[in-house]
Structure formats: structure tokens, C-alpha cells
């Protein structure tokens, strides 16, 4: 047995463990499907049968995206202990805060109307088709960036972590720049276009097959491996970096021997830390969130996840800020790419098999959010597209599932597609993508507590936030500069696009609301009974 | 109750943006900086807020509806 894992070299060993990883997942995706009830409602929205832990489980998963391990200790590398604030207790605060509001009412109206869409509710809430042909592409286009993020990432971390592996196949021996050298470093790697290929795969067989309860219990699993692997590589990163007597004493070491400058937040101007607040509202409107909110058992469940999910933020942002902040006591070159920060110590401080376990925390936080999304554009297909232009009664609902899987197919191929293009860029537009959700924040907000919002305000506050999202975005060259300044009063002040963008909508929706008609009261009364819930 | 919520609410945004402790790199513990100590203390009260929030605000007759089928959804019909 010695001499077979000595014959393994280190490349090797982390790809058997994220394979190893890749197969239990399927396997996980398998005893799901032999739960599928075999009708529409249970392959879209689980027959609302998830309970409040599987919910907090798959809700807070699929908010998490590689970000959450590889983006907050490379920022916190990057900027210091700020990035905890700036993105982690905000988004405590503002997740469980559209969770209370927005997700209980939705999952309720969900309920009482038999939606599976977001644009469903919109189209029924506001009596206008014209809401819904609207709202479908801008959809759709903010999802594909936040998509790729996704696949591409799962490609780069397969690519990273399996350097080395197959030094001798020649097609993946990988030469210096300008040289005929080969270089070691990187050469005999699974290439990432394969990688994400192998990813794309796996999460196309459990959501093909398990539909949403294979999506939720995945989600479960992989968001407990990368919180645990988190907390782990946490432990042993300050005990080894830190060679106290006691793991207190080991932390205290390490922490005191980080650069001030990191411990505060100097290079993070207040403005701009400021205006972070209003990205994480674009939860209230991620229509694959949406969708796992009407999976819930009842609107109590909802209770878990609302007062938990900051909890959870903590657990896995803490550890990787400080590791993050750790790593700029490290001596490396300055051109070290910050994203690397937390599998390179990793790898360096703590060995080869922990990398191959962070590796598959690093793939389980991305896949439990791109199963969601998957799952998300075929059921938006299916459901705003196929069956309402062409009528309900033309399709059995079995034949509905196969239109979402077909739908998911497509969906996967287009996405992986797309990613073998290479959009350099495509990591900067995440926040992009997200301040795109946070300008449609007002219309969801208004539709669920105004009752005088008009289709013709929700159609303008629409229009105005694509339209300020594409200016600033093509502005931005886009996605290029990260730097938005607005002057005031003969003074900068960084912000982020998203209050621009926020702004602007709101502005249309209310202004156009008052200029035209109020809903009819048939509509209105739907929504908005004498009980005055909520 | 709802008002004091909303008052919750708005002091946990107000408290977010803490520029009193932008520069302090003070160890609490000798382990968590100032800054990052705060936020995980602005963490846990988010959390807490929300256990208020969920025990004395929940919204009445939330669960009480006639629920409809998913094929029975008008979904704004075309």
C-alpha cells in the first residue's frame, strides 16, 4: 500500500480525491432521483417538501460561490481584514433581511398560485405579458456572467490543483513563455477547458436526474464539505504558521506578526464600503434563489434560515479573511496572483491531500451554486417561454420535465461553450452581475408592499436599470475599471455602480407609477387582502 | 413590535458603517483586529436581530391559503 501511494506523485493524489469527491456527488444525485415522484412540481420545486435545516443548507450554498473561500482570503490578501465588513456582515444583514421580506410573501403567493417562476409572479402581480417579455432576457443575460464565473473557476481550480499529474502525455506539458522550456510547474495538469467539462458533466446528471430535491440535497452536502474544510484548513494553517505551545497561542503568534496596515481598513475608502451594502440586495431577485424559496415545507421554515444565515457567513468568511491577512507575511513575488493565496498555503504549509481536500471544497461551494442556476434557465424556458406561448394543455406534465431537462441540457452546453471562449474579464462582471439584481431590487420590493405600482412603472424601472447598468457598464470598458467615482461638492467619492443603477430605477418606477393608471382592483385584491399579511 | 424592528434594523445599518474604528488595528484577545472583532460582533447581532425579528414579528396567517396547483397558475396568461 506504501509503495502504491509512493508511485502516486502529488498532482495525482489531489485529482483521485476531487474525482473521488465528483463521484460522490453523483452517487449522492442517484439516491435523490429514486426519490422523484415523477411530476412537474416535484422535479422544479422539490413538491415543497424541504425542511428548515435543508433549506438554511441550500439556501446559504447556493449564495456562496468560490468566492466565499478563494475571493475573501484574496481580498483580504489584497485589501486586509475590511473585506470582512464590506462583504460578509453586510451581506448578514441584507440576505436575512430580503429573506424575511421578499422570500416569505413570495414562497406564500408561490404557493397560493402555483408559481415556479419569478416572471410568472411578475406577469400575474402586475396583469401585464409585457412585464415578462421584458424581464426574460435582462434575466437570463445578468445569469450567464454569474454562470461562467462558475464554470470557468471550477476549470481553473481543476487545472491548479492537478499540476504535475500526467507529466509524460505530451499534449499537456506546458512551456515558458517565448521558450521552448518546459515548465514543470504547470505542465501534465487536467487542461481547465476539460475541467470545467468534467464539472459541467457532473452537475448536469444530478440535476438532470434529481431535479430540485437532487439540487438541495447537494447543495447540503457540498455546503457542509467547504464550511468544514474551511474551519479545518483554518486550524491547521495557525498552528503551523503560528508554532505555539497551544492553538490560542499559535493564533495570537500568527496575527501579531501581520503588517498594521492589514489589520486596519486604510485602503478601503469609506464610500465605497458604504455603497457595498447594496450588492447583496441583489438576492431578492436571483430567480434561482426564488425558486428554492418556494421549495420550502411551509413559510415557518423560513425561520432557520433567516436568523442562521449570518452565523453561517461567519463561519466560513473569518477564517478565510485571517488566512488571507496571514498570507502577507509570506515572501512571494509581487506578480503572485491573490486568488491563489489560500490553495497555495494550503499546498505549501499543510500537504498535498488537504490541498486535494480544499480543492473539492473549493469545487463544492462553486457547484452548489451553479446546480441552482442550471436548474433555474430550464425552468424559466420551460415554464415563460415553451408553455406559456404555447399553452399548458398541449403538454402532458411529463413531457413538461422533459422539456425542463432538455432545456438544462442546452443550458449547460451553451454555458460550457461559452467558457472555452475565455473572457478574460469575467471575474470583474460578477459584480457586475450582481449590481444588475440589486437595480431590480425596488420593482420586487414595490410589487410585494405598494399597491399602487403600475405595470407601465414596473416596465420603466425595468428599462431604467438595464439602461444605467449598460452605461456604466460600457463605461467601465466593460468590466476593465473597477474604479466608479462620483464628484460632489468638488470632492471623489468612490462608489460602487450599483447606486447609479439603484437609483435610476427606483426614480422610474415611482415617477411613471404616479404619471399612469393604478392597477385594477381585481389585480390588486389578489395580493393584498384585508389580513394585510406581512 | 413592527417598529421596533424597523428600529433594530436601521441601528444594525447605522452601527455597519463603523468609521470610529477605521484605523484602529488594536488585537482584541491578541487575536482579532478592532475592525474585523466588530463585525463579527455586527455578525452575531444580524442574527440576533433576526431571532426577534422571527419570534415576536413573524406574519400572521402567513401559512393560511388555499394553495392552488402549479398547473392551475394563470402566470399572467398570455
Known amino acids: 500500500m506504501n509503495g502504491l501511494i509512493a508511485a502516486i506523485n502529488d498532482g495525482q493524489i489531489r485529482f483521485l480525491i476531487i474525482l473521488g469527491y465528483l463521484c460522490l456527488l453523483l452517487v449522492l444525485g442517484f439516491f435523490a432521483s429514486r426519490l422523484f415522484r415523477g411530476t412537474k412540481k416535484d422535479y422544479l420545486l422539490a413538491s415543497h417538501s424541504i425542511g428548515p435545516f435543508l433549506l438554511l443548507m441550500s439556501l446559504f450554498g447556493t449564495t456562496m460561490t468560490a468566492f466565499a473561500l478563494v475571493g475573501s482570503s484574496g481580498e483580504a490578501f489584497r485589501q486586509g481584514i475590511g473585506v470582512y465588513g464590506m462583504l460578509a456582515s453586510s451581506s448578514g444583514i441584507i440576505h436575512s433581511l430580503c429573506f424575511f421580506l421578499i422570500g416569505v410573501k413570495i414562497y406564500r403567493f408561490g404557493r397560493k398560485y402555483g408559481y415556479a417562476t419569478q416572471i410568472q409572479f411578475f406577469r400575474d402581480r402586475l396583469d401585464s405579458d409585457l412585464v415578462g417579455l421584458l424581464l426574460f432576457p435582462v434575466l437570463v443575460g445578468l445569469l450567464i456572467p454569474y454562470l461562467l464565473i462558475g464554470v470557468m473557476a471550477s476549470g481553473n481550480v481543476i487545472e491548479v490543483m492537478t499540476a504535475g499529474a500526467f507529466p509524460n502525455i505530451e499534449m499537456l506539458q506546458v512551456f515558458r513563455p517565448g521558450t521552448e522550456e518546459i515548465d514543470a510547474a504547470k505542465s501534465g495538469a487536467i487542461p481547465h477547458d476539460i475541467g470545467s467539462l468534467i464539472v459541467c458533466g457532473v452537475v448536469l446528471i444530478y440535476v438532470f436526474f434529481g431535479g430540485m430535491r437532487g439540487t438541495a440535497w447537494a447543495n447540503a452536502f457540498q455546503t457542509t464539505v467547504f464550511m468544514i474544510l474551511g474551519v479545518v484548513a483554518f486550524v491547521l494553517l495557525a498552528n503551523k504558521l503560528g508554532k505555539g505551545d497551544t492553538f490560542f497561542e499559535s493564533l495570537q503568534n500568527v496575527t501579531r506578526s501581520v503588517d498594521v496596515d492589514r489589520l486596519s481598513r486604510v485602503d478601503i475608502p469609506q464610500t465605497k464600503f458604504f455603497t457595498y451594502m447594496f450588492i447583496p440586495l441583489s438576492v431578492a431577485m436571483f430567480p434561482h434563489l426564488f425558486q428554492h424559496w418556494l421549495t420550502a415545507k411551509s413559510a415557518k421554515t423560513f425561520k432557520v434560515p433567516v436568523i442562521f444565515h449570518p452565523i453561517f457567513i461567519l463561519i466560513v468568511w473569518l477564517p478565510c479573511v485571517l488566512i488571507g491577512v496571514w498570507g502577507t507575511t509570506l515572501k512571494l513575488p509581487p506578480t503572485f496572483n491573490a486568488n491563489n493565496i489560500l490553495p497555495y498555503m494550503v499546498n505549501k504549509e499543510i500537504g498535498t491531500v488537504m490541498s486535494g481536500f480544499l480543492a473539492a471544497g473549493i469545487l463544492a461551494a462553486i457547484m452548489s451554486s451553479l446546480d441552482s442556476q442550471f436548474l433555474c434557465i430550464g425552468s424559466i424556458f420551460t415554464n415563460d417561454i415553451v408553455i406559456h406561448y404555447l399553452g399548458k394543455d398541449r403538454f402532458s406534465d411529463r413531457s413538461q420535465i422533459w422539456i425542463a431537462r432538455i432545456f438544462v441540457v442546452i443550458i449547460v452546453g451553451v454555458t460550457y461553450y461559452l467558457s472555452t471562449l475565455g473572457y478574460a474579464s469575467v471575474f470583474s462582471m460578477a459584480v457586475w452581475s450582481f449590481s444588475g439584481f440589486a437595480g431590480l431590487f425596488p420593482i420586487v420590493f414595490a410589487a410585494l408592499y405598494w399597491k399602487r405600482l403600475s405595470a407601465a412603472g414596473a416596465v420603466s424601472g425595468i428599462l431604467a436599470t438595464f439602461g444605467s447598468w449598460y452605461y456604466l457598464f460600457r463605461k467601465s470598458g466593460f468590466g476593465e475599471d473597477a474604479d466608479f467615482v462620483i464628484a460632489l461638492l468638488g470632492d471623489d467619492f468612490p462608489v460602487m455602480p450599483v447606486v447609479p443603477i439603484f437609483v435610476c430605477s427606483l426614480l422610474a418606477m415611482v415617477i411613471t407609477t404616479f404619471l399612469t393608471s393604478p392597477p385594477k382592483d381585481e389585480t390588486v385584491n389578489r395580493f393584498f387582502d384585508s389580513r394585510q399579511v406581512g | ?78
Open chain 2, 1 to 78: 413590535m413592527r417598529a421596533v424592528l424597523i428600529l433594530l434594523i436601521a441601528g444594525l445599518i447605522v452601527a455597519h458603517q463603523d468609521f470610529w474604528y477605521w484605523e484602529d488595528t488594536t488585537l482584541v484577545w491578541g487575536v482579532l483586529p478592532m475592525g474585523l472583532f466588530y463585525h463579527v460582533c455586527i455578525s452575531l447581532a444580524a442574527s440576533l436581530v433576526w431571532l426577534i425579528a422571527c419570534t415576536f414579528a413573524w406574519p400572521k396567517g402567513i401559512d393560511e391559503f388555499e394553495e392552488d396547483s402549479l398547473d392551475n397558475s394563470t402566470g399572467g396568461a398570455a
